[in-house]
């Protein structure tokens, strides 16, 4: 069985950091590109983060210089690294292998930024 668990999630005051992990079991995520999504109330799920098999992190360009994403694939895990908070950042967290034929999304981890 496949399971994907984000952790270190919490409550962060703007201008903190936080790093989010995603520890993959029942399945290698070596071959495969990674991603982490977030989804705010309201709002639909957004990207921000991709990293390739290789190891190459692709931000989105509104998030670039804040976000990055890193993985070990020892340990089966991808991170999600977050700079600078803000308000907005404010959403529920998610990874997935990202491949269209494995449909595998973790349960999410919840970041709130707030003073």
């Known amino acids: 069985q496949v399971r994907l668990v984000e952790s270190g999630g919490g409550l962060v005051q703007p201008g903190g950091s936080l790093r989010l992990s995603c520890a993959a079991s029942?399945?290698?995520?070596?071959?495969?590109?990674m991603a982490w999504h977030r989804q705010a109330p309201g709002k639909d799920r957004e990207p921000v983060g991709t990293?390739?098999?290789?190891?190459?992190?692709v931000i989105p360009g509104s998030l670039e210089g804040r976000f990055t994403v890193s993985r070990d694939n020892s340990k089966n895990t991808i991170y999600l690294q977050m700079n600078n908070l803000k308000p907005e950042d404010t959403a529920v967290y998610y990874c997935?292998?990202?491949?269209?034929?494995?449909?595998?999304w973790g349960q999410g981890t919840q970041v709130t930024v707030s003073s």
């Open positions: 029942g399945i290698s995520i070596a071959p495969y590109a």
């Open positions: 990293i390739g098999s290789r190891g190459t992190p």
């Open positions: 997935n292998v990202e491949n269209p034929y494995l449909d595998y």
